[in-house]
T-cell receptor, first 112, second 115 residues
Framework: GEKVEQHESTLSVREGDSAVINCTYT??????FPWYKQEAGKSLHFVID?????DRKQSQRLIVLLDKKAKRFSLHITATQPEDSAIYFC???????????FGQGTKLSIKP | EAAVTQSPRNKVTVTGGNVTLSCRQT?????MYWYRQDTGHGLRLIHY???????QIGDVPDGYKATRTTQEDFFLLLELASPSQTSLYFC??????????????FGSGTRLTVL
């Protein structure tokens, strides 16, 4: 079945630097790629997504890049702040199957 | 903001026990999901539903049953709980398909411990 691999299990960056989290997927029919954030001890919430008809999307300090040929997508967080510390999950969806498949999660720590 | 409420927040049972996890969403969403979260595995889909009376099998369904009794209510049943089912369980809902409709709204989670 479909797999989403999240390459970094942990990531530590200095406050103000950029953080990059990478994911790969296996299903060539996947066309929707969201990211979710889970702060310590809390539930998950949506942060940004990208669809297969574009290769870049930005929302404030968050940038998502999609490389369909390589079946790879990434989340870039610029000018990181302490509140960016969390676990980030990538996911993908094949609309024929109608379900979101999540990666393993990346724990991002922002150092002062 | 979509509201998804899970109960109980915490549950401890013994091996072979019978457990029901409840989820209610009050936003008239069509889709509901049960995931389990385990370190190293991320979130894995157990069962999901397109609407009342509908049930779809997820990626890790063994040992779990689910039932969608109404549009609002989705239950996860563990009839013979095993220690391998110790996990953090999340329920989520979404409107459906199409721009913005796939966004999942998660409940606060149920921590289940099977002794």
């Amino acid at each position: 079945g479909e797999k989403v691999e999240q390459h970094e299990s942990t990531l530590s960056v200095r406050e103000g630097d950029s953080a990059v989290i990478n994911c790969t997927y296996t299903d060539t029919a996947s066309s929707y790629f969201p990211w979710y954030k889970q702060e310590a001890g809390k539930s998950l919430h949506f942060v940004i997504d990208i669809r297969s008809n574009v290769d870049r999307k930005q929302s404030q300090r968050l940038i998502v890049l999609l490389d369909k040929k390589a079946k790879r997508f990434s989340l870039h967080i610029t000018a990181t702040q302490p509140e960016d510390s969390a676990i980030y999950f990538c996911a993908d969806m094949n609309y024929n199957q109608g379900k979101l498949i999540f990666g393993q999660g990346t724990k991002l720590s922002i150092k002062p | 903001e979509a509201a998804v409420t899970q109960s109980p927040r915490n549950k401890v049972t013994v091996t072979g026990g019978n457990v029901t996890l409840s989820c209610r969403q009050t936003n008239s969403h069509n889709y509901m999901y049960w995931y389990r979260q385990d370190t190293g595995h991320g979130l894995r889909l157990i069962h999901y539903s397109y609407g009342a009376g509908n049930l779809q099998i997820g990626d890790v369904p063994d040992g779990y049953k689910a039932t969608r009794t109404t549009q609002e209510d989705f239950f996860l049943l563990l009839e013979l709980a095993s220690p391998s089912q110790t996990s953090l369980y999340f329920c989520a809902s979404s409107e459906g398909r199409g721009r913005g409709a796939e966004t999942l709204y998660f409940g606060s989670g149920t921590r289940l411990t099977v002794l």
